[in-house]
């Protein structure tokens, strides 16, 4: 029968070869996955954490693999590879390497010449990172983990609390929705606000 997942607003739905790609074949259900996956990226967050990371290593796509890789490489056999079919979200599968460079390239600016509050270049980052969709799955809680480590490696700030919402809350998942479409409409305040919160 395989995994059978029911998903949310805001998520996007793995296709039928994506699934198979899933390496615990007894997770059969939405809170297994979700419990297993959690389980994968608090090791991830112990790695990171403990590590004297450079911007420049930071703002690597050898990094970006590598973090989703380890947030999500006990679970899924694709976690770390760039995704290979085009999403209800994200670049053409075709541009996420040259999107993501662009990307990489325009934060270390942003660093280097302190084109924004260290909040703001860390969250834009982050909101960039999650409208490329670089992978199949997991792109959210990847950027959001990409910003923690910015805040904290490159501007010895603390993460950020993200409305302190896993597992989610409707209120928490549904202010965070609507932060990043105003983000999307170019107004980045709301995600600054709710990335504090």
Partial sequence: MGLILDYEDGQTPLDEDEKEGLLIPTIATRAELDEFEQQNIEHAIQWTFGRRLRVDTILSEDFIKAMHKRMFGEVWAWAGEFR??????????????????????DAGYWIQNNTYPPDEWAIRFKHRLVSIH????????????????????????????????????????????????????????????????
């Fill in 84 to 105: 290979h079919s085009n999403k209800n979200i994200g670049v053409d599968k075709w541009l996420i390497a040259t999107e993501l460079k662009n990307l990489l390239d």
């Fill in 134 to 197: 670089c992978f199949s799955n997991g792109n959210g809680r990847h950027s959001r983990l990409m910003a923690d480590v910015l805040i904290e490696k490159v501007a010895g700030l603390p993460v950020f609390t993200w409305g302190r919402s896993y597992p989610a809350t409707t209120a928490a998942r549904t202010a965070y929705l609507q932060a990043m479409k105003s983000a999307d409409l170019h107004d980045i305040q709301p995600l600054l606000i709710f990335a504090r919160a």
